[in-house]
């Protein structure tokens, strides 16, 4: 058994399809209803729908479907009861719903229409709706004994695999081939991959590209031995975009080490600490030292100058200058004059602040 749920805005419309003739089958239950036509069920639904003006899917449509293998075990008195458990899994007892089967297709199937507002005004939560759906039908199913849908499409999947027991071991064989090359090849940049398809060419195995309908490439098919196979059955390896991964690696290394080479010098004058060194540190400490002596014999040239110069014009105020009270007067002031003018700039600078 399997379950579907899903919000909608036209319950009329879907009222009219479960109740249609040719399809119906049976009338399983109608809860929290008085009428037992499409239209009168709809108009009663929507008095308890207005509401709430401010959901627009108000109906949901559930959808239950029962293997073949279980509809003879399952008279309508059992299809009643699964509706109701259904519906109370669901969480639908204070809301409006109606159950009924069809026989439009080969398998039988329930129909469910339930007001998604409930007698209180309560919206119903349809967060992951349809997975709910899912998990109470495998739970229903389990009690009652009945085919799980999960395991009858997992056990389709296996059967049909294991089927063709040629297209196995045509799958083991090309597996063997195409791993073997990709381990010889892998990391060999362009001229590797190049011999990797040349190499799988030569035993007979056809690679080709699988496009959509903008002619995008989405995808790889191999072909071997009359059988094709997508690359996810060959292995992870053998995807688009991973096989070609296989052998950009060493292309991105190799295309590296000559820009780093060209780059280097620019780079370690600009950050000398990084962990490459053209130069010893031997030789770069010197030249930094001589750097730093050649910067300061300017310097010291220029301080030099203006001491001997500052030395000269003393000698030569020597013979104006004399110690007496008025020359003591005037050095005096010059002092005092040059104190007020320090104290100025402070205060000057003080205002800035």
Known sequence: MIGKCKAIAHGSTALDYIFREGKLGSRLAFH???????????EEMKVVSDYNSRCRN??????????????????????????????????LDNHQWVAVTHKDTDNRHIHIIANRISLYGEVYDTTFVSNKAARVA????????LTIAKEVKAEKKYQKSKANPTREQTKKEMQQICYALLDKYKGGGILGHSMFLYELNKKGIIIE?????????YGLKFSYCGQTFKASEIGREFGYRSLQKNFETTNKEESRKPHLTVQEPTERKEQP??????????RSSISRENDTSQVQNPIGAVADAIVSAADELMEGLDDLITPTAQGYDYVEAAWQRKLRNQVNRKKKRGRGI
Request: glycine share 8%.
């Open 32 to 42: 929290n209803l008085c009428s037992r036509e499409p239209k009168t069920i709809y």
């Open 58 to 91: 108000k109906f949901l449509r559930i959808e239950i479907g029962i293997a073949p293998q279980d509809e003879k075990r399952l008279p309508v008195s059992e299809l009643m009861g699964i509706a109701h458990l259904f519906a109370k899994r669901m969480g």
């Open 138 to 145: 495998e739970e229903i199913s389990r009690e009652k004994g």
């Open 209 to 217: 590209r699988m496009k959509n309908k903008q002619g995008n490439v």
């Open 273 to 282: 600490d990084t962990g490459y060194q053209l130069v010893p540190p031997s």
